[in-house]
């Protein structure tokens, strides 16, 4: 059981007036592995360039938008609604991540590449004390708290940027006071993932910012990157 990863020691304004940023690329080559397919119901395109190309894909059933990124030869898909998770990457039609059988499935972890944060790893008895404040979430793994609180939570679409040689997409997850997500992490601030396409290269890029609030804050952030075994 390993303790959440703090950041303090220094004033909110010294460490955070830029934010900051931390980025995990992941480069791809061709293999071979097991494939699972996946249908949508509504499908239009709302960009293309020469070599990219952008969809969006909804699914009323679970009121669930899929961003579908095509650059070269690598696609990969995002739901920004079920927990901001990149939940597949195809190259040269070789799915490289594990496939739900429903869109349903998605939210959590299980498939594709959930989002950990703020808490990645476990929090021995689901609570902890920082700056004086306890800190409680619910159990979720032996009496402790695993995962954290974003990989389920409907994340929003801040810009979408395209070109022929890249598309990225900037969401955000906003712990603000008064936020359902500040109820359950009593800490404001708010958490922005980018995802850049390029082909054969996506890269994951988050941003912590807490120049709203008044007090230093206690996170973590990982991917949990669900691979097909080739």
């Known amino acids: 059981?390993?303790?959440?990863?703090?950041?303090?020691?220094?004033?909110?304004?010294?460490y955070i007036s830029t934010a900051i940023k931390i980025s995990t690329a992941i480069k791809i080559r061709s293999t071979h592995c097991c494939l699972m397919s996946l249908a949508w119901l509504v499908c239009w395109s709302i960009h293309s360039t020469a070599s990219a190309e952008v969809q969006v894909l909804r699914k009323e059933a679970v009121a669930s938008t899929i961003y579908h990124i095509q650059q070269g030869d690598t696609v990969v898909r995002f739901a920004p609604q079920a927990g901001a998770n990149l939940f597949s990457i195809a190259v040269d039609g070789v799915e490289y991540l594990r496939q739900p059988d429903s869109l349903e499935q998605l939210p959590g972890v299980g498939f594709g590449t959930p989002l950990l944060y703020p808490t990645p790893n476990r929090v021995k008895g689901a609570e902890f004390t920082f700056g004086g404040k306890r800190v409680a979430f619910k159990a979720n793994?032996?009496?402790?708290?695993?995962?954290?609180?974003?990989?389920?939570?409907?994340?929003?679409?801040?810009?979408l940027t395209d070109s022929e040689e890249s598309t990225s997409l900037r969401c955000l997850a906003d712990f603000g006071d008064g936020k359902p997500l500040n109820d359950l992490f009593p800490f404001a601030h708010r958490l922005y993932l980018t995802i850049t396409v390029k082909d054969r290269a996506v890269r994951w890029t988050y941003q912590v910012d807490n120049q709203s609030g008044s007090e230093a804050i206690p996170f973590g952030f990982a991917l949990h990157p669900y691979f097909v075994y080739q």
Do not use: E
């Open 1 to 14: 059981d390993s303790p959440p990863l703090y950041i303090k020691g220094l004033p909110m304004a010294h």
């Open 141 to 159: 793994s032996s009496g402790n708290f695993i995962h954290g609180l974003v990989n389920r939570h409907p994340w929003q679409i801040v810009s």
